[in-house]
């Protein structure tokens, strides 16, 4: 495991499935991450299935079907499990093969896809959980290292003119739209790689949440597919 894990003030390190759905977040940590060193094939499971389109959706009956060696076996079976104790917990896990995430492109002096760091929202206590198996890991970065892009003035103004519409509407404007929800890093900001086979639970904005969101974004490909569990 990187040493950022160990650095960062806003990840809390587990050992078991209990400890990371049940450890609370508190203070700085909004990200706890149940450390593992994932044995088996997911290069063969990831070669076995089919890409439908960008975003694959891959169901338990789907894996199940998947003839596979040993290792790959062992993977799979690890999957299901993660699966399995997600959905015990309430949660609704989706198992990912990505190409790659939409782009927007729309606006040149702001992003709002996946790739652009941003933060989860619900109206609802929830959290984010995720696992990359296979190819590239998202990032995430502390709270005090990244700028809300709403902020920075030059963007905020370009926003105003976008809105053409009265001051009192504009804030409502920001989030119908997501704008809100996206950072900008600062200079000198480090990232942590969230690395293979660790399962993440982040925090998300919502009424009741007592910590500040976790910021993340999803990489770039680089055209490499991902196999990614995420509810």
Known sequence: MSSAFFDSKQIGLVTSFPELVNTPFQGDINAICWSRRLLGDFNEIVNKLELKENITEVSVEDLLALELSEQGDLAK??????????TDCGASPSLNLLKCYERDD????????????????SPIATDTFLCTYYGAASDILPNDQVEQKILIPEIREKLRDLHDG?????????????????YQPKPNAQPVNLGLGHLWRLAVDHPTQQVLPCVHRAPIE???LRLLLIC
């Open 166 to 182: 009265p001051d009192t509407e504009f804030e409502d404007f920001l989030e119908e739209y997501f704008f809100d929800l996206h």
């Open 222 to 224: 680089n055209n490499q």
């Open 77 to 86: 079976r690890i999957i299901l499990n993660d699966m399995k104790q997600l």
């Open 106 to 121: 729309e606006l040149n002096f702001i992003s709002t896809d996946v790739y652009s760091y941003h933060v989860d929202r």
